[in-house]
């Protein structure tokens, strides 16, 4: 069985199974920030400003006296938010655009596939903050934000699937027997590019998360007193030269992460694939 | 000459090379001295956070052009070390006793940098240049109160006034620009703003966008030769890049961040090479509220708002202890200076109680208090690239959270900061700074005309009272009298609390060790940069003559 085949394979690829775990821990991380954290990542406190990892402090302190564990803890869920919304975004978007591209052909995927090339022609990060800049940073803008500029992929990619499943017989028979568009493109379509999309998916997560980093970095994404890797960042950009751990927990956080979704994303692509 | 409050000098907070003017005299004989004893030679190298916008002084207003400028040109009075007005290009100047003309004697062995000799041609010239409508400049409002400039021969000016106008003779510090280059000429695109001509001790070497600016000093300077050979300004746009090429000796003057100071400075190899100087820096750091939005239109709120502003917490925390709170817009020590004006100490049970009065009650229990159904919460903005503010916006956003109000924070990029939200009045309150300027005059940022787009009381701060109070101190010369109306202004700003006042903060100069006759007085650090200079052995840097 399919299924079987797929289980035995995942169990067998440490790829997956390691980038599996990371992003269920750092998931788990974000379901249960106010567990872990040990201190309101918002509280200031100026007796305990820029201290060093300790047994109450496990990641040290900023320059406010707040507690970097607990913020790069709460951090985690700002990150894997923007990089599941946006990537969301982006992928209804992509996939919406790819159905109609790749099933209808002719005028219609020229249009569409137009307006790809002319998005695609804009460096992405910068349009991100040209936007950014003009809208006024927020998460929802953020998420918005990358959401809307990164859909390309995800409809090239639908789009060629759909174009080799469309004059398949069964994709003829249905609309032989008179189903609707939307029916054919969602129920009969949609499924068999599925995994694709997932995978890509994933692998843009790892992408969103290091942009709305960026962005926090720059003082364009989150707005403070919100913790994000990101902004956590900047302080430590500031006071690097003696006080490192402001830039290493959130730094191995973003990496971790980043190398997570990769990680899981490549190794999906080896147990779906249907072929070998 | 830095007679306007700068916007941008504000916004870079770390103000050092603060009194910009002050070219004193008193050492010129020991310069000359050392000059004897052949210890001219090196250079200064300053660091700027950015490139400047040109080098004319009177069209420019941003503060890397001014740190530059400043020492290309002369105005015809100065200040001295302790702020007292003297002579520049004047030699003297005598005062009428209606106090409504002022006659200036110039110098007369004043040479412009091409060799062409300085008169009062070019006194008018800087006048007339000044109140033409089709000059970008921000600093005409003064020169637009003249209604009489008589040159009554090449080295005697006399300007009259309608009436008297105290800030009038510090106007005339206003930088003295060449006629003979810029006549008949758009000053903004003439040439002179990349390649300066002027009179004063360094004359301009080579601009390199974005990277430097060189200053040579100038061989015939009327004042006698600086002992620099020459200033560079480096533009570095970060402070902590800056700090790095300090300490790898390739920049020689820096004002430093209070974690810098405080957290960076005990190492060997910055104590070696550099010496370190605070006094405390001609500027103010402020929560200002829109007094068009109804929110702040009751005075208890905004004095709720400061009780609930724990300054000294901010000093101490953010400042790392370096600067002291701020009660009005005057520096602590200054003859200007009113101590007697209320004082909200941090208490937010007072503060409680006031919003308890003016009808803010939390009815819901949600924790945020609400009248006639609309909870108290607004938005506090600041601008990127000063964590300074960032972290005080973030400090007064948890305080404020106790007594009931929400706050949000939004930090935004400095151009749309001030072009889309405080030009257009879209905001509720902001975490800013100002330069303190030394004249006294608040008329520009607390008088009720000056509310309005690209107009400096952008909060709209209006009181009929400091209105007039404002407009008789500027009738006033004799400085007693005038103090009398500023003093009252004083008390009634602490009663109103158009800002939270937070802290003047200390200017933190990190200098290198091999410059001597340095010598920090209240116009600043650089104010006798002609008389520093660094014995032969020292000298670090080469020029071929």
Redesign the interface.
Known sequence: MARKRVINKAKGNILFLAGAAIVAFFVFVAVFAPLIATHDP???D?NS??LPPSSVYYFGTD???RDIFSRVVYGTRISLFVGFVAVGISVMIGTVLGLISGYFGGFTDMIVMRFVDIMLCFPSFFLILAVI?FL??SVFNVMAVIGLTSWMGVTRLVRAEVMSVRTRDYITAARIQGISTAKILFKHIFPNVFTPIFITATLGIAGAILTESALSFL??GV???VPSWGNIL??G???????WWLSFFPGIAIFITVLGYNLLGEGLRDVLDPKE | MKKIVFLLLAVLCVSFLSGCEDKNKEGGKTAEKRKAEGVTGDALVISTLGDASGLIYNITSDSASHEVSQYIYNGLVKFDKNLNIIGDLAESWEISDDSKTITFKLKKNVKWHDGEPFTADDVEFTYKFMIDNSTPTSYDADFRLVTGFQVIDPYTVRISYAEPFAPALLSWSMAVIPKHLLEGKEAAKSSLMRSPVGTGMYRFKEWKSGESITLEANEDYFDGRPNLDRLIFRIIPDLNTTFMELLNGSVDIMGLTPTQWVKQTDTALFTNSYDKYTYLAPSYAYIGYNMKNPLFEDKRIRQALTYATPKQEIIDGILFGEGVPAHGPYKPGTLWYNDNVKKYEYSPEKAKQLLAEAGWADSDGDGILDKDGKQFSFTLMTNQGNSVRTKIAETVQQNWSKIGIKVEIRVLEWASFINEYIDKGKFDAVVMGWNIVQDPDPYDVWHSSKCGPKMLNFICYSNPEVDQLIDDGRHTMNPQERKKYYDRFQEILAEDQPYTFLYVPNALVALSKRFREVDPAPAGITYNLEEWYVPAGEQKYRFEK
């Open positions: 918002a509280h200031i100026f400003v820029l320059e406010l006296g800049a006024n940073p003082g364009l707005q403070p007193p900047t302080a950009k500031d006071n690097i030269l003696f006080a």
